[in-house]
Each structure stands twice: as structure tokens, then as C-alpha cells.
């Protein structure tokens, strides 16, 4: 294909040994993610791409994590569309973590309705 191949979007979620969510990593791939699991015993969301994260605010709500860290693979540096992906991610975290704070259907309605917008 001329654009590459495109990513169905299943987030995986590799959980460490306690299956605690208080530190969550997010990651691109399963197979990285569970690896990275296994060494560190610290859970990992997989997400297939880094355009990929359309169902992960739902994901992130259910598991309700204390810590989010972001571990996207290095061409980010290189990939003026993977920056991009990069920063809808870091914004997305933003707005979910006010959701959390606020524990508030309504919002999370609302955010949702943003992030649909910003899709299209």
C-alpha cells in the first residue's frame, strides 16, 4: 500500500503481577508491551500505532491509574506525523485526567464529543 498498512485498533492491557493499575506505561505493540511487562513488572497498555488511542480514554477510565507514562518508540524524533500523534496523545491524557478528578458522566460525554470532532 502507498500510505503503509492500517491498525485495527485493540488496546491490550498487560497487567503486572499484583494487577495493579496505580502506574500504567503506554506503549505501541503488544509484543513489546508484554515483554516490557514481564522484565519490569509494571502494567502496559499496548495501543497497534500511535494514531491508534480512539478507545484508550475508555480503557484509562476503567483501570483508573495513578501514573501514565508514555514509552512511543524513538521516531517520534525523525516522524513529523508521529510527533503529531505524540502531542493528540499527551492532550487526550490531559483531558482524562481532569475527567478523573471530576468523576463526572457529563464531562466525559463532552470530551468524547471533542475527540470525535478532532477525528473527523
Known amino acids: 500500500m502507498e500510505n503503509g498498512t492500517q491498525c485495527n485498533e485493540f488496546i491490550h492491557v498487560h497487567w503486572n503481577k499484583e494487577h495493579s493499575s496505580e502506574k500504567i506505561v503506554i506503549t505501541e505493540g503488544a509484543?513489546?508491551?508484554?515483554?516490557?511487562?514481564?522484565?519490569?513488572?509494571?502494567?502496559?497498555?499496548a495501543v497497534p500505532g500511535v494514531t491508534s488511542i480512539n478507545y484508550l480514554p475508555e480503557v484509562l477510565k476503567l483501570l483508573k491509574p495513578q501514573k501514565i507514562y508514555i514509552a512511543y518508540?524513538?521516531?517520534y524524533k525523525k516522524s513529523?506525523?508521529?510527533?503529531k500523534a505524540l502531542n493528540k496523545l499527551k492532550w487526550t491524557?490531559?483531558?482524562i485526567l481532569k475527567v478523573f478528578e471530576m468523576e463526572n458522566l457529563k464531562a466525559l460525554m463532552i470530551i468524547c464529543c471533542i475527540l470525535l470532532k478532532i477525528k473527523n
Open 31 to 45: 509484543l513489546k508491551a508484554k515483554t516490557a511487562c514481564i522484565l519490569s513488572n509494571t502494567t502496559f497498555i
Open 73 to 75: 518508540d524513538m521516531d
Open 80 to 83: 513529523e506525523a508521529v510527533q
Open 93 to 95: 491524557l490531559r483531558i
